[in-house]
């Protein structure tokens, strides 16, 4: 599982079985896990983030849209 970028305690990664899903990108903080697909970008899956965390999370993904997009087509062949 490549991490495609890290800002903060936050990493930012793939997953291989994901090749044949709507692009997602996972996030990590600790034992915590969210799935954010990128196109558009919106929130697949909470796990255990709360809500005030899935507000600091939204603008990195927002902000980096563009560069996780194009990490995701690399690391897939896309």
């Known amino acids: 599982m490549p991490t495609v970028l890290t800002v903060g305690p936050y990493r930012l990664y793939c997953h291989a079985s994901d090749k044949n899903e709507f692009p997602p990108v996972h996030v990590k903080r600790d ?3 969210a799935e954010y697909w990128l196109q558009p970008v919106g929130l697949n899956e909470a796990a255990v983030f709360g809500p005030e965390e ?3 999370v939204q603008p990195i993904m ?3 849209r563009e ?12």
């Open 67 to 78: 560069e996780l997009v194009e990490a995701w087509n690399e690391y897939f062949g896309d």
């Open 62 to 64: 927002d902000n980096h």
């Open 54 to 56: 899935i507000r600091r």
């Open 31 to 33: 034992d915590k896990v």
